[in-house]
């Protein structure tokens, strides 16, 4: 009768079990350099495609955020003739063509502007009528504002938007004109007065212009300055 050493048994099957073990754990490493060695390029331009996409939504989202950059060319001069602007340095704030603001507000604690400076500028016919504000955050303009459109100020006898506002009007309502209601759709959130006629036009036809898209395009071009 043959018998069989328990022990040798089990060190001879624990040793087949470690070298099928190392084997395995060799072949998926040799697999793994074999791939990085040929797919090297392929992961270096996917981390350079999602750095360039990450940026890109970086510079999307700052964009959506109100980040405004400033005009560095701006000079006393150049402005003399203009409306405050987003963009406009804060330190020519009182240069621009409404001159001093007529009244400077609180520093806004909270919001989309928060630790921002406004600045109003009235009619000068003794209402005290509010035409507009621009508010500056950072020592930039981030944010300008129309008032009272409908009236006089802004407003010619035909109805035809001013670029300049007459400050010094009697602040009457204004019947006639196709531009002397206030939009629904904001110039300040477009970049370019085409980009605002495109968007706008419906509602100046809706509103009865006869030729909406040039009504919408000067619009924002009074608005914006």
């Known amino acids: 009768m043959i018998r069989v ?128 504000d621009a508010i500056a955050v950072d020592g930039v303009v981030m944010n300008v504002s129309k008032y009272n459109l409908a009236k006089n100020y802004w407003c010619d006898a035909a109805g035809t938007m001013r670029v300049l506002p007459d400050r010094t009007a009697s602040g009457a309502r204004v019947d006639g004109g196709a531009t002397q209601f206030i939009p629904n759709k904001d110039p300040s959130d477009y970049d370019s007065p085409d980009e605002y006629a495109d968007a706008a036009e419906d509602e100046f036809a809706a509103h009865g212009s006869s030729n909406s898209w040039q009504e919408a395009f000067d619009y924002w071009e009074s608005c914006m300055g």
């Open 5 to 132: 050493n328990t022990a040798q048994s089990r060190r001879g099957m624990m040793c087949v079990f470690v070298a099928a073990l190392t084997a395995m754990f060799a072949a998926c490493s040799n697999a793994t350099t074999a791939s990085s060695a040929t797919e090297g390029s392929d992961v270096r331009y996917d981390v350079e495609h999602v750095q360039k996409s990450l940026e890109a939504l970086g510079a999307q989202r700052s964009q959506k955020s109100g980040a405004t950059q400033v005009d560095t060319d701006a000079t006393a001069e150049s402005v003399a003739e203009l409306l405050p602007y987003i963009g406009l340095p804060e330190s020519l704030i009182d240069k621009t063509w409404l001159g001093a603001p007529d009244r400077v507000g609180e520093v806004i604690d909270g919001g989309k502007f928060k630790d921002g400076t406004p600045y109003y500028w009235n009619a000068q016919n003794g209402s005290g009528d509010l035409l507009f």
